[in-house]
């Protein structure tokens, strides 16, 4: 089945703690980004990649970071978490402009 | 800032009207897409419309674009409770090099039954 995952699907954390959202497709697509949406402000983009390591900044890319090393994998990284970053996170990717999206995140930073 | 803003913010009928919601932007763009999306879940695709195109159905949902007045609408018609969901429509364009796709803030729409 065509789809993206994500996991965790649930965090809770504490400011300071590095963790990693991981973030797989089984389409073979290019491009792969992060959004994360908070009531609104609606979807924004953190960052995406147009392929294997090719990532640019987002609107929204600071204290964010991603690698893409192959082409199925696109993980989004927070150094060091803070409050303000407690959202609903979503990875997509995306075909001849058709974006698939993954089931969401949600991230408590306390 | 929002390329693509959605209007009504809300919107609750009853089971087998219509919905029409309303998305307006301010850049030219390559597409337009509808997305919906269950209550804290993925969005999924709906219908992509291309700059070329003024009408476009894909089942119940009907979508038109005017680029003139750079807005679109979705109409989806005989509305059923399981349409109850956000909708959201996403401009595809390119901004400052890149191809960007970017997202309004989205309608929630209720069906009652």
């Known amino acids: 089945e065509a789809q993206v995952t994500q996991n965790p699907r649930y965090l809770i954390t504490v400011t300071g703690k590095k963790l990693t959202v991981t973030c797989s497709q089984n389409?073979?697509?290019?491009?792969m980004s992060w959004y994360r949406q908070d009531p609104g402000l609606g979807l924004r983009q953190i960052y995406y990649s147009m392929n294997v390591e090719v990532t640019d900044k987002g609107d929204v890319p600071e204290g964010y970071k991603v690698s893409r090393k192959e082409k199925r994998n696109f993980p989004l990284i927070l150094e060091s978490p803070s409050p303000n970053q407690t959202s609903l996170y979503f990875c997509?990717?995306?075909?001849?402009?058709?974006?698939?999206f993954g089931p969401g995140t949600r991230l408590t930073v306390l | 800032s929002q390329q693509g803003e959605e209007d009504p913010q809300a919107l609750s009928i009853q089971e087998g009207e219509n919905a029409t919601m309303n998305c307006s932007y301010k850049?030219?763009?390559?597409?337009l897409q509808w997305y919906r999306q269950n209550s804290g879940r993925g969005l999924v695709h709906l219908i992509l419309i291309r700059s070329n195109e003024r009408e476009k159905h894909s089942g119940r949902l009907r979508v038109t674009l005017d680029t003139s007045k750079k807005s679109s609408s979705l109409l989806i018609t005989a509305s059923r409770a399981a349409d109850t969901a956000s909708y959201f429509c996403?401009?595809?364009?390119?901004?400052?090099?890149?191809?960007?796709?970017?997202f309004g803030q989205g309608t929630r729409l209720t069906i009652n039954p």
């Open positions: 996403a401009t595809d364009a390119l901004f400052q090099g890149a191809q960007k796709l970017v």
């Open positions: 850049t030219s763009i390559n597409n």
């Open positions: 389409m073979n697509h290019e491009y």
């Open positions: 997509a990717s995306s075909l001849r402009g058709e974006q698939f």
